[in-house]
């Protein structure tokens, strides 16, 4: 059966630092990805979207960026945090081909400081 | 532009009765129509889908959905509460490019 792990499950950075969020998936190969966050109190953001390795494409102008240097691997990362990047990120990950339903991983909470 | 939207943002209902969530989605051919239910803290999970066919489906946990083209409509239902389903409950439609867009949610709170 199909997994999704994301790492760390919580995390607190000061503003002006890096980051690093990683998501893998178990199980499936060639899924799309997707990387939400989801702010207090609100519905999810999609941010990210992958096809393939290599392959991102980007819903919003942010201080985010994502890459998928595995098939099965997607990490959100930042150069510099804002206060404003604070939220409740999730990878998720579906099928590639069709309309299909994504499958969550279980979140990283993030508090920049 | 495509949209979900649920007008509820908490819902209290009291353990063993009846709940309906509504949710409505924005102009579209045929939608594909999700209901995802969040625990605090955690991800989310699947309660189930419609793609096409009968317009009633059957998800998980005891609950279900039933699509009413004529009213935009694809509320979900679960005909006795318990304390467990307390969470947040979230309609999604996929549009069309393959990806998800979500409404805003809606609390279940659930009364002893």
Redesign the interface.
């Known amino acids: 059966s199909q997994t999704i792990h994301?790492w760390p499950a919580t995390l607190v950075q000061p503003v002006g630092s890096p980051l690093s969020l990683e998501c893998t998936v178990e199980g499936t190969s060639n899924p799309?990805l997707?990387w939400y966050r989801q702010a207090a109190g609100?519905?999810?953001q999609?941010l990210f979207?992958s096809v393939g390795i290599g392959q991102i494409s980007s819903?919003v102008p942010q201080n985010l960026s994502a890459s998928r240097p595995q098939d099965r691997q997607f990490i959100l990362s930042s150069k510099k945090l804002l206060l404003s990047d604070s939220g409740?990120y999730?990878c998720?990950w579906?099928v590639l081909s069709?309309?299909?339903?994504?499958?969550?991983?279980?979140?990283t909470?993030l508090t920049v400081l | 532009a495509q949209s979900v939207t649920q007008p509820d943002i908490h819902i209290t209902v009291s353990e063993g009765a009846s709940l309906e969530l509504r949710c409505n989605y924005s102009y579209g051919a045929t939608p594909?129509l999700?209901w995802?239910v969040q625990s605090p803290?955690?991800?989310?999970?699947?309660l189930l889908?419609y793609?096409s066919g009968d317009t009633l489906v059957q998800g998980i946990k005891g609950f279900e959905a039933e699509f009413k083209r004529s009213q935009s409509s694809f509320n979900l239902r679960k005909p006795s509460v318990h304390w467990s389903d307390a969470a947040e409950y979230?309609c999604a439609r996929?549009d069309s490019s393959?990806?998800?867009i979500?409404?805003?949610?809606t609390r279940l709170l659930v009364r002893p």
């Not at chain 1, 069709?98 to 979140?107: A, H, I, L, S, V």
């Not at chain 2, 979500?102 to 949610?105: D, E, H, I, L």
């Open positions: 994301q799309n997707y609100r519905g999810l999609l979207y819903e409740f999730l998720a579906s069709g309309r299909n339903e994504q499958f969550f991983g279980p979140g909470r | 594909y999700f995802y803290g955690q991800g989310l999970q699947l889908k793609f979230f996929m393959y990806k998800l979500f409404g805003s949610g």
